[in-house]
């Protein structure tokens, strides 16, 4: 089971690197609006800054719908370092952009996933990853994870080597949600994965044993 960090956010990816447990980034063009980046040559920048932090894939997002101007980006976005995955929507040019990569040895991640019909026709064209939204399923008061459980069961099914990257995560118990649905990997946000340490039971068990130990041992 893998962590990603749903972000394009440096100090953020810093912070949940250094936690040790990190293993990629997952990003998209509202990501990178909100960090205020910007024309073609930063956003490049920023993505092999980001793949210098962190030890794991870094997906970075197309812009272009039609096939042609996918598989340009995608292979300009593949070049900028090894890490780099081309994530791509599911849309009629994106599925044959994903064939062309999968075939090339780029990696993939499909994104904007909301149906189990969706994940299928990543998985047929070899999309590396697969990312349902879990999220934005809940907004509409319909069941995320209910997704994550069915695209787990028809990958199992049928041997699909494609990965089941639950995205949209909103809250820590939508991690430990995907986690019971047999997600290989669960971007969240960072306050999302800090959420997984609190426990009240820590806290009092960590200053109890504090307090007993100083009691004795007084300086
Ligand atoms: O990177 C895609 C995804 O995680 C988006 O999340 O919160 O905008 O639905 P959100």
């Known amino acids: 089971m893998k962590f990603f960090i749903d972000t394009a956010n440096i100090k953020q990816i810093k912070e949940a690197n250094d936690l040790g447990v990190l293993d990629g980034v997952t990003t998209n063009p509202s990501l990178m609006a909100k960090e205020g980046i910007k024309g073609k040559n930063n956003i490049h920048n920023h993505y ?14 197309v812009i272009s ?26 849309i009629k040019e994106g599925i044959k952009a994903i064939k062309y990569f999968s075939n090339k ?17 990543a998985a047929k064209a070899g999309a590396t990853y697969v990312s349902p939204f879990i ?9 995320g994870v209910k997704l994550i459980e069915q695209i787990v069961e028809i990958y199992n099914f049928y041997g699909f080597n494609t990965q089941v990257l639950a995205a949209s995560i909103r809250h820590t118990m939508h991690i430990i949600q995907c986690v019971e649905a047999g997600a290989d990997v669960a971007t969240c946000p960072l306050d ?28």
């Open 135 to 143: 999220g934005r399923i809940d907004d509409i008061a319909s069941d």
């Open 48 to 61: 092999k800054s980001i793949c210098e932090i962190v030890d794991g894939d870094v997906s970075a997002e």
């Open 65 to 90: 719908t039609d096939y042609k101007g996918i598989i340009k980006e995608g292979e300009e976005l593949a070049a900028l370092h090894p890490r780099i995955v081309v994530k791509v929507p599911i």
């Open 192 to 219: 999302a994965i800090m959420g997984l340490l609190n426990h009240p039971l820590t806290d009092i068990g960590l200053e109890k044993f504090l307090s007993d130990y100083n009691k004795l041992n007084k300086v």
């Open 105 to 121: 040895g780029i990696k993939t991640n499909c994104t904007l996933v909301f149906s189990p019909g969706q994940a299928l026709l």
